[in-house]
């Protein structure tokens, strides 16, 4: 076909539902026009949002960023900050509006290996495909698009004929008007975007799932293994609290063949939650939250999941979005779920795939409003190979997710957004990324990131599975969310008592009482109140003006009404000047 090339110079992509342009009432526009500058120099940018009257909105907080990524970063002060020489666009994000203008950057182009046209002068009229090289896992999928620049070098949106070679690695539900392609088996090929004699390929390499890799991964070590295999009954699952007694059973067995002698040693990771015997009979305590099941015989050791959850409180039951975004800004299609609801993470594509095989327990009455939630890799702790599927970790972090959260009806940014019971989450570890580090899973730990260090999640009370490489932690706020090895981490007593941040419970677990100790840079109005797991206030420690300086209150454990606490999960809420500034997990132990 005429004018067939290569283009691998644009990426302006989505892995599912792309946020597409408003053709019909524009609202978002870059003023500068198409920009043409040099390496060391800088360029300032603007741009305007208006409402369908046509009225500025002048607090509108609008993303930025350069495809493809190389060529330059938009500082928050709006200054256009080049980096390499090369052709592409200057991209204005505002909610679901879009506005790019083209970007040059005067010099030599970044180079492509891939691309053996890449010299070829570019002539017009002609088609590019965006983003020209594409990595996906089998069943994903990934909305393409593709312009038509004309004889001006105008770009135009306009209907494609999509296809793909070989037609065995995927497929177009409908190839004359869908822009998604269907990853099916694992391979390398092209795509193809048609319009008349004008044509463009994008290279396209379909990869095995993360849960197909793992599984082989496994299968080898069985093999290791000369045919061993410890697994327990039932596997993992999800009951209310006041279910009746669970009798969990383990099997062992040697090349196929069952030991029939087999005693195991049965235990639970949380006891606040379950008690379990030595026959594996396990009974609820009436508490809710996550525990292992684990089983252990010989060198082996197996575990399964048990989530408790409590169906009766906050029956206003409130909806959750979860919309996974890409370091270029893109946003992948939002998932829909309740409280009292788990979501499942799988099926994302690099660098987000590290995420997959995790999991979010959403408890019934963790929340009083719909929210939105955006789940970004913490670029901050993060380094990502375009070149290749990795994502390194700086700071000793083995994996990490940042979480932003947006109440429905609101623009603004909660951050951190405190839940009225903790969210149980799960991360997955590779355990070939410990063996290299000489870290041993035993001294994971869930910590919550932020300027003043590392301060671990509910006292460095995490479990961690390493028979499937999964570490669990209850999660009190979102914010930026890492595992790292305990030792190398920065503690709360760490910190400067003058530090208005400094927030301090111990001991905890306790059994009699515990110190709760916080500093004010100034004189707040503050409330200090102890919430059980129902989010049920039953004691006021604080509530009044307190002067500036360091505080410790003791609590030794007793309810509003005098009588005393029982052994169980607690939660103190620290709110200075009506803003939550902390909630803290307590545990009592008697």
Same mark, same amino acid.
């Given at each position: ?16 539902? *792309? ?53 330059g970063k938009v500082t928050k002060e709006g ?257 829909? *779920? ?109 910590? $919550? ?53 400094? $927030? ?20 707040s109005d503050v409330q200090l109140m102890i ?9 006021v420690l604080v509530d009044g003006e307190l ?44």
């Open positions: 076909m005429k004018n067939f090339y290569i283009f691998s110079k644009l990426v302006l992509f989505t892995v599912g539902f *792309f946020l597409t342009m408003n053709a019909t009432s524009q609202i978002l526009e870059i003023i500068s026009g198409d920009i043409i500058t040099d390496p060391d120099s800088s360029v300032m940018v603007t741009a305007t949002v208006t409402d369908t009257s046509g009225e500025a909105i002048t607090d509108a907080k609008i993303q930025w960023n350069t495809e493809p990524g190389y060529l200054w256009l900050i080049p980096n390499h020489p090369g052709e592409g666009y200057l991209i204005a994000k505002y909610k679901d509006y879009r506005d790019s203008v083209m970007l040059t950057v005067n010099g030599t182009p970044k180079n492509d290996d891939d691309d053996d046209m890449g010299d070829m002068e570019d002539e017009y009229p002609k088609v590019k495909i965006v983003p020209s090289s594409i990595r996906v896992e089998i069943s994903d999928s990934v909305e393409l698009r593709a312009f038509y620049i004309d004889s001006m070098g105008y770009k135009i949106d306009t209907t494609f004929t999509w296809s793909v070679e070989p037609m065995e690695i995927g497929m177009f539900p409908d190839s004359s008007v869908s822009m998604f392609y269907s990853a099916d088996t694992a391979g390398s090929g092209i795509i193809i975007a048609t319009l008349g004699e004008l044509a463009d390929t994008a290279k396209i390499s379909v990869y095995e799932t993360r849960e197909k890799r793992e599984k082989i991964k496994k299968e080898k070590e069985k093999e290791n293994n000369k045919g061993k295999q410890l697994t327990i009954e039932p596997g993992d699952m999800m009951v209310y609290t006041g279910n009746e007694p669970i009798q969990y059973s383990a099997m062992y067995k040697t090349n196929g063949n069952k030991h029939q002698g087999a005693e195991f040693m049965w235990s639970v990771t949380d006891t606040t939650v379950a008690s379990i015997d030595e026959n594996g009979l396990l009974t609820l305590t009436g508490e809710t939250g996550m525990t292992l099941v684990e089983a252990a015989y010989s060198s082996f050791e197996a575990a399964v999941e048990l989530l408790v959850v409590d169906s009766t409180v906050d029956m206003d039951v409130n909806t959750i979005s979860i919309r996974r975004v890409l370091p270029n800004g893109n946003e992948l299609h939002p998932k829909y *779920f309740k409280e009292g609801e788990s979501y499942k993470i799988g099926g994302l594509p690099y660098p987000l795939n590290i995420l997959n095989a995790g999991m979010l327990h959403f408890p019934y009455g963790c929340i009083s409003e719909d929210v939105d939630i955006f789940m970004f890799i913490p670029e901050k702790y993060a380094e990502m190979d375009d070149d290749s599927t990795e994502v390194s970790f700086t700071e000793d972090i083995i994996t990490g997710v940042k979480f932003s959260v947006v109440p429905s009806g609101s623009d603004t940014i909660v951050e951190p957004y405190y839940f009225n019971i903790p969210v149980e989450l799960k991360l997955v570890y590779k355990q070939d990324l410990l063996d290299s580090l000489g870290v041993d899973p035993a001294d994971l730990d869930v910590f $919550f990131a932020d300027n003043t260090g590392f301060v671990d999640v509910n006292g460095g009370v995490a479990m961690v599975d390493t028979a499937r490489h999964r570490i669990y932690a209850s999660i009190e706020h979102f914010s930026t969310i890492v595992v790292k090895e305990a030792k190398a981490t920065t503690q709360v007593e760490d910190l400067e008592p003058e530090d208005d941040n400094y $927030f301090n419970v111990y001991p905890n677990p306790f059994s009699a009482a515990t110190n709760i100790e916080f500093y004010l840079d100034q004189n919430y059980n797991m129902f989010g049920q206030q039953v004691k002067p500036k300086g360091k505080h410790k209150v003791r609590w030794s454990g007793n309810l509003q009404s005098g009588s005393q606490a029982t052994t169980g999960i607690y939660l103190c809420r620290f709110i200075k000047n009506g803003e939550v500034s902390n909630v803290k997990r307590l545990i009592i132990n008697r």
